[in-house]
């Protein structure tokens, strides 16, 4: 399992975010605070604070490189 920070700051983001992980045949999570969400549910996303940066957890391991290089329009770096 790998675990980036991304930022989801707006609705036409959320959606391109979703189209491109249901290319992938992996389970993502988005983890914020205490509540993990399944990361191509567009209503669970939208009930996450969208503020601030997420946790994603990437649980791949064979396409690992092809599912970073889709997520770098998302990928914030962690301060």
């Known amino acids: 399992m790998k ?9 036409d983001k959320v959606k391109s975010f979703v189209n491109d992980l249901t290319k992938f045949d992996d389970d993502f999570d988005l983890v914020s605070g205490r509540y993990v969400i399944d990361a191509i549910s567009i209503m669970g996303i939208f009930s996450l604070d969208l503020s601030k940066p997420i ?6 391991t ?16 962690k301060k």
């Open 55 to 60: 946790d994603l957890n990437i649980h791949s």
């Open 62 to 77: 064979d396409n690992l490189d092809k599912v970073m290089e889709v997520l770098k329009p998302y990928i914030v770096e």
């Open 3 to 11: 675990t980036v920070s991304i930022s989801l700051n707006s609705i």
